[in-house]
């Protein structure tokens, strides 16, 4: 039994985005959290920041070995 929610927030002229989504797991009551900030200032160009955030116990869907660690991510893309 899982729960998913989120949103998108475009400010500046759509020229940055916030993504903020959250998943969480009512069994064992653990979850991920996927914050992101993209920016298009530069023309053809875009630059990602953001995280997955996973917590929980170590006997948990999102808090075990198996799902791995939290990471965070910078990612560009430039477009021609």
Do not use: C
């Not at 053809?44 to 116990?57: D, K």
């Amino acid at each position: 039994d899982y729960i998913i929610a989120g949103s998108d927030f475009k400010l500046f002229s759509d020229r940055l985005l916030l993504r903020v989504f959250g998943l969480v797991q009512f069994q064992d009551k653990s979850y991920v959290i996927y914050p992101q900030i993209t920016s298009t200032h530069w023309a053809n160009t875009e630059v990602s920041l953001g995280a997955f955030i996973m917590r929980g116990g170590e006997t948990t869907k999102f808090g075990s070995a198996a799902a791995g660690q939290s990471k965070l991510f910078l990612t560009g893309k430039y477009s021609f």
